[in-house]
């Protein structure tokens, strides 16, 4: 079951990565560079994932495991993973939303000369 995670995984970067290589339009390539990084979350979550493992919540005094308890480290690292393609999927979209305005067009093929 571990390795169809895995495949799921990569199936979700290379079908982003093959979006973003034969895209004709910046808005289709941003929503193609969302699909990877949700291939970036299943990762994570399939490496942190252990079969009958119990949520790292220790209580109070705390105290060491019992048992098998989920890293929570690749949780955290998922969440930020979320937080920071929110952000760059948002910067990306206002990006293409003033190219559209200044070139009339999202057309990476018709913008050969823009300029920073």
Do not use: W
């Amino acid at each position: 079951m571990k390795g169809l995670i895995y495949f799921v995984a990569f199936f979700l970067l290379i079908i982003g990565a093959f979006g973003i290589a034969r895209s004709k339009d910046l808005v289709h390539a941003v929503v193609c560079l969302s699909v990877a990084q949700a291939g970036t979350y299943v990762l994570l979550l399939a490496v942190g994932y252990q079969h009958h493992a119990s949520p790292p919540v220790f209580g109070s005094p705390a105290s060491r495991p019992t048992r098998d308890v989920v890293d929570p480290l690749v949780q955290a690292m998922a969440l930020t993973d979320i937080v920071v393609s929110a952000t760059v999927t948002a910067l990306l979209l206002a990006i293409s939303i003033q190219i559209a305005k200044r070139n009339h067009s999202v057309d990476p093929d018709e913008l050969n000369a823009v300029e920073g």
